[in-house]
Nanobody, 123 residues
Framework: VQLQASGGGLVQAGGSLRLSCAAS????????MGWFRQAPGLEREFVSA????????SYKDSVKGRFTIARDNAKNTVYLQMNSLKAEDTAVYYC?????????????????WGQGTLVTVSS
């Protein structure tokens, strides 16, 4: 399956963006989908994930209450709604797919990755 992330851009602190991750070449229906981010000079880190049924989610502590992950299996798309953005949210955001049976937060368990979309939050 190939993943295409989009929706990044430049936004002021306190603003919102919605990232999308569209899949092609296969269905996302039985994949756990995750969002990760990587800021310059830092390692890629877990942001959020959602199980294939959409009824279980996980978030990095610093984004809880501000970010919401959702998926539309019929459209083969996963979303990350980001509100109340902060300068420290600036990073390249990647979507990823995992065939694990439970949500995991480590990059090694995600076999498929999108190309990344840049989010820049100005303070």
């Amino acid at each position: 399956v190939q993943l295409q992330a989009s929706g990044g851009g430049l936004v002021q602190a306190g603003g919102s963006l919605r990232l999308s991750c569209a899949a092609s070449g296969g269905t996302l229906r039985f994949y756990i989908m995750g969002w990760f981010r990587q800021a310059p000079g830092l390692e890629r880190e877990f942001v959020s994930a959602i199980n294939w049924g959409g009824d279980r989610t996980s978030y990095k502590d610093s984004v809880k209450g501000r970010f919401t992950i959702a998926r539309d299996n019929a459209k083969n798309t996963v979303y990350l709604q980001m509100n109340s953005l902060k300068a420290e949210d600036t990073a390249v955001y990647y979507c990823a797919a995992s065939r694990a049976s439970v949500i995991l937060t480590t990059t090694q368990r995600y076999a498929h990755w999108g190309q990344g979309t840049l989010v820049t939050v100005s303070s």
